[in-house]
């Protein structure tokens, strides 16, 4: 029996979704122009007023904004309230150039909140369930979201965020944790953990909302068989709030879109083009309910295929495909976001060519980032500590910059693969 | 007194030090010492040889990446406590040896080691005041 958070929202007729979107969408597009600047002249160049936009029907007219738009306007530039309403930050990875900062009011936390606990209900969360989400807290949207979403649905909650294996599985057997929330990555690490432990008669899960990163539905089985139980995905980036956005529910076969807060379109990532239904092209978001950082026609560079055919679950919702590929060179690793431009500033600024190869991999169900170096003269040295205390460093200077491990592999020089005299760059070898 | 040691970047795969010894080979360059630290991934090839200008300027040909290192060698009595006697002296004089390693052969019942410190000269000039005399590429058959 499926169950809803918002059962009146999330099954309601599609005149009545349209109808919320149309009414909402013309009331953001005035809230955007009257309160931010940024957004107002991209629509003045485009030659577009408020008046212009009348309902979802007249979404295609008005400009992207990109990740470019973003750091351009970072910190401040896309805010849409005085600082005085907001109340919380969330910030991507990124810790240069690429840092998106998100701002929220009270009202916006409420309304992600909502979206979260919805997917949990959707995982089949009640108040009698304990929800251990091991996404990390802190500027990283999953624990915040997750934490939120488990509150409203009163579940009790168990604020793990990542790491320390050891805690995780004794909290899991001793409170009896029944959903966990974490990346799918961490997922199958813990599964892998409870197995090896011979844990698995003492764990009560029966849920887990995994998302955050891309995995596959082999991956998914794999998760599902060794834990005894069904896995949900969930879809969010932190621009437009975080986890939530959309999310699975029994049939798992794509991720209802929080409509009443969310307009997608697919659009063709070369043109801009919007796209018909089933079209395969890049994700673009309009939060029509967002108050602090309200984006208008976002490019999300993810790559997926929306379908409103009628879901058996009942939801009434768009659903979007897992994403299959991104349009820009962004890599995800750990549910990090990771651009190889950022990995380039790093090893210019210690000291090495901008001549490297990211090499990305799924051992053991875990992302691995390696990056390969070449050793230039100025860099050699005949005392091999010398060179591993660069390595350090170098080491040391991508986690500052990534926020994640990446393992350093020097390498002799052309070792790195050119092909057409322009060195390949990303090797990405997880099958997702 | 020093003499040039060739340090070379070394990758850890199978074949590298094959190569670097075959190219040497076929310019007819002979070895007098060779020496090799490494980690999982990489390591440092470090070498004596009898034609170290020729030999450097080959592996540069090659592509490979290496640089010139002055390093002290001298002679000790190949017999037990005579390489001791000498770290001794370097150890009461406070000379850090970053590495050393020792010669093919032996000559008159001497064994030859390469050292490498921060400071030869004061190396040089510690070993001779302790009547340990450094000894000459020439004598190594280096030209």
Same mark, same amino acid.
């Given at each position: 029996?499926?169950?809803? *958070?918002?059962?009146?929202?999330?099954?309601?007729?599609?005149?009545?979704?349209?109808?919320?979107?149309?009414?909402?969408?013309?009331?953001?597009?005035?809230?955007?122009?009257?309160?931010?600047? *940024? *957004?107002?002249?991209?629509?003045?160049?485009?030659?577009?007023?408020?008046?212009?936009?009348?309902?979802?029907? $007249?979404?295609?007219?008005?400009?992207?904004?990109?990740?470019?738009?973003?750091?351009?306007? *970072?910190?401040?530039?896309?805010?849409?309230?005085?600082?005085?309403?907001?109340?919380?930050?969330?910030?991507?990875?990124?810790?240069?150039?690429?840092?998106?900062?998100?701002?929220?009011?009270?009202?916006?936390?409420?309304?992600?909140?909502?979206?979260?606990?919805?997917?949990?209900?959707?995982?089949?969360?009640?108040?009698?369930d304990v929800c251990h989400v091991s996404y990390g807290y802190?500027?990283?949207?999953?624990g915040?979201?997750l934490n939120?979403?488990s509150?409203?649905?009163?579940c009790l909650t168990l604020p793990m965020s990542s790491g320390n294996t050891d805690r995780q599985l004794q909290f899991m057997v001793d409170l009896g944790s029944t959903i966990l929330c974490c990346t799918?990555?961490y997922a199958a690490y813990l599964a892998e953990s409870i197995h090896e432990r011979g844990l698995r008669d003492q764990i009560k899960l029966k849920?887990g909302?995994?998302?955050?990163?891309?995995?596959?539905?082999?991956?998914?089985? $794999?998760i599902?068989?060794k834990l005894g139980i069904?896995?949900?995905?969930?879809?969010?980036?932190?621009?437009?709030?975080?986890?939530?956005?959309?999310?699975?529910?029994?049939?798992?076969?794509?991720?209802?879109?929080?409509?009443?807060?969310?307009?997608?379109?697919?659009?063709?990532?070369?043109?801009?083009?919007?796209?018909?239904?089933?079209?395969?092209?890049?994700?673009?978001?309009?939060?029509?309910?967002?108050?602090?950082?309200?984006?208008?026609?976002?490019?999300?560079? $993810?790559?997926?295929?929306?379908?409103?055919?009628?879901?058996?679950?009942?939801?009434?919702?768009?659903?979007?495909?897992?994403?299959?590929?991104?349009?820009?060179?962004?890599?995800?690793?750990?549910?990090?976001?990771?651009?190889?431009?950022?990995?380039?500033?790093?090893?210019?600024?210690?000291?090495?060519?901008?001549?490297?190869?990211?090499?990305?991999?799924?051992?053991?169900?875990?992302?691995?980032?390696?990056?390969?170096?070449?050793?230039?003269?100025?860099?050699?040295?005949?005392?091999?500590?010398?060179?591993?205390?660069?390595?350090?460093?170098?080491?040391?200077?991508?986690?500052?910059?990534?926020?994640?491990?990446?393992?350093?592999?020097?390498?002799?020089?052309?070792?790195?693969?050119?092909?057409?005299?322009?060195?390949?760059?990303?090797?990405?070898?997880?099958?997702? | 007194?020093?003499?040039?040691?060739?340090?070379?970047?070394?990758?850890?795969?199978?074949?590298?030090?094959?190569?670097? !010894?075959?190219?040497?080979?076929?310019?007819?360059?002979?070895?007098?010492?060779?020496?090799?630290?490494? !980690?999982?991934?990489?390591?440092?090839?470090?070498?004596?040889?009898?034609?170290?200008?020729?030999?450097?300027?080959?592996?540069?040909?090659?592509?490979?990446?290496?640089?010139?290192?002055?390093?002290?060698?001298?002679?000790?009595?190949?017999?037990?406590?005579? +390489?001791?006697?000498?770290?001794?002296? +370097?150890?009461?004089?406070?000379?850090?040896?970053?590495?050393?390693?020792?010669?093919?052969?032996?000559?008159?019942?001497?064994?030859?080691?390469?050292?490498?410190?921060?400071?030869?000269?004061?190396?040089?000039?510690?070993?001779?005041?302790?009547?340990?005399?450094?000894?000459?590429?020439?004598?190594?058959?280096?030209?």
């Amino acid at each position: 029996m499926e169950r809803y *958070y918002q059962p009146e929202i999330e099954c309601a007729s599609r005149e009545q979704i349209l109808a919320w979107q149309n009414e909402r969408l013309v009331k953001q597009v005035q809230h955007v122009w009257d309160n931010v600047p *940024y *957004y107002r002249k991209k629509m003045e160049e485009k030659g577009l007023t408020p008046a212009d936009i009348k309902g979802v029907e $007249d979404l295609h007219k008005l400009p992207f904004l990109s990740k470019d738009d973003l750091r351009e306007a *970072y910190p401040y530039g896309l805010l849409g309230m005085p600082l005085k309403d907001c109340v919380r930050i969330q910030s991507t990875s990124g810790t240069t150039g690429r840092r998106v900062v998100a701002f929220y009011t009270q009202h916006d936390i409420d309304l992600w909140e909502d979206c979260c606990a919805r997917a949990i209900v959707a995982a089949g969360g009640t108040n009698e369930d304990v929800c251990h989400v091991s996404y990390g807290y802190g500027l990283f949207t999953g624990g915040p979201g997750l934490n939120g979403g488990s509150h409203k649905v009163g579940c009790l909650t168990l604020p793990m965020s990542s790491g320390n294996t050891d805690r995780q599985l004794q909290f899991m057997v001793d409170l009896g944790s029944t959903i966990l929330c974490c990346t799918p990555s961490y997922a199958a690490y813990l599964a892998e953990s409870i197995h090896e432990r011979g844990l698995r008669d003492q764990i009560k899960l029966k849920a887990g909302i995994f998302g955050a990163e891309a995995w596959s539905e082999e991956m998914r089985r $794999d998760i599902e068989a060794k834990l005894g139980i069904k896995a949900y995905d969930i879809y969010g980036l932190t621009e437009t709030s975080g986890p939530g956005v959309s999310f699975e529910c029994s049939e798992q076969t794509g991720m209802h879109i929080n409509e009443d807060h969310f307009i997608a379109e697919i659009i063709d990532p070369d043109t801009g083009e919007v796209l018909p239904e089933g079209s395969k092209g890049e994700l673009v978001f309009t939060s029509i309910t967002k108050e602090a950082f309200p984006l208008l026609r976002y490019r999300t560079r $993810d790559i997926c295929i929306l379908t409103r055919e009628k879901c058996s679950c009942g939801r009434t919702f768009v659903k979007m495909s897992k994403p299959m590929g991104r349009s820009d060179d962004m890599l995800i690793v750990k549910g990090v976001n990771v651009f190889p431009s950022q990995i380039e500033t790093v090893l210019l600024e210690q000291g090495y060519p901008a001549n490297y190869q990211i090499i990305v991999d799924r051992v053991n169900n875990s992302d691995t980032l390696e990056v390969m170096v070449e050793m230039t003269p100025e860099n050699f040295s005949d005392s091999l500590a010398k060179i591993t205390n660069m390595e350090k460093s170098l080491v040391a200077a991508l986690k500052a910059m990534l926020g994640i491990y990446a393992k350093v592999r020097l390498v002799a020089p052309k070792t790195i693969t050119r092909s057409e005299g322009k060195a390949v760059r990303v090797i990405d070898k997880r099958k997702i | 007194m020093t003499i040039h040691q060739i340090s070379v970047f070394l990758e850890n795969r199978a074949g590298q030090l094959a190569e670097i !010894t075959g190219v040497l080979a076929k310019k007819g360059i002979d070895l007098r010492a060779i020496n090799i630290a490494e !980690t999982s991934d990489y390591g440092v090839l470090r070498l004596i040889a009898d034609k170290p200008q020729e030999a450097a300027a080959t592996l540069l040909e090659q592509g490979f990446i290496l640089s010139m290192t002055p390093v002290v060698a001298v002679s000790v009595p190949d017999e037990p406590g005579g +390489l001791a006697r000498v770290l001794d002296v +370097l150890a009461k004089e406070n000379i850090d040896v970053e590495y050393m390693y020792s010669v093919f052969g032996q000559v008159d019942g001497l064994a030859h080691m390469v050292f490498r410190v921060a400071d030869t000269e004061k190396l040089i000039a510690v070993l001779k005041a302790n009547g340990v005399e450094p000894i000459s590429g020439e004598n190594l058959g280096i030209r």
